[in-house]
């Protein structure tokens, strides 16, 4: 799969994950988070390149692909992934209290999703 089909099911899969959530279906969100799951682990799979194609997540329409992109590029691009995130805590819900949670894990040096 190319690295912009592995993007396009990132934003696709965190997207419906959400939905089902909100829809209190934890059993379909589940099945979306382990899709996006394999696919961000692909792309990062591609070192640099896989975290190029993901940046373009960081200007999504939907606050929660943003912050899921954001928070596995917080290595990688530091600043741009922190200013999505401080954004989106800024909120109130789900989608603010993950990009929080987040920046809560960076600052304390306790985040681990792409160690590189």
Same mark, same amino acid.
């Given at each position: 799969m190319t690295l912009e089909k592995l993007v396009e099911q990132v934003a696709k899969h965190v997207a419906a994950q959400t939905d089902a959530i909100w829809q209190g279906d934890s059993k379909t969100g589940?099945?979306? =988070?382990?899709?996006?799951? *394999? *696919?961000?682990?692909?792309?990062?799979?591609?070192?640099?390149?896989?975290?190029?194609?993901l940046l373009v997540l960081?200007?999504?329409?939907?606050?929660d692909v943003r912050v899921m992109a *954001?928070?596995?590029?917080?290595?990688?691009?530091? =600043?741009? =992934?922190?200013?999505?995130?401080?954004?989106?805590?800024?909120?109130?819900g789900l989608v603010p209290f993950e990009a929080s949670e987040a920046l809560k894990r960076w600052d304390e040096g306790t985040w681990s999703l792409d160690p590189g």
């Open positions: 589940n099945k979306h =988070a382990r899709k996006y799951g *394999a *696919a961000i682990d692909q792309l990062l799979a591609h070192g640099d390149p896989g975290r190029n194609a960081l200007k999504h329409e939907r606050m *954001a928070a596995h590029l917080l290595r990688y691009r530091t =600043a741009e =992934a922190r200013a999505v995130l401080e954004e989106a805590a800024k909120g109130q």
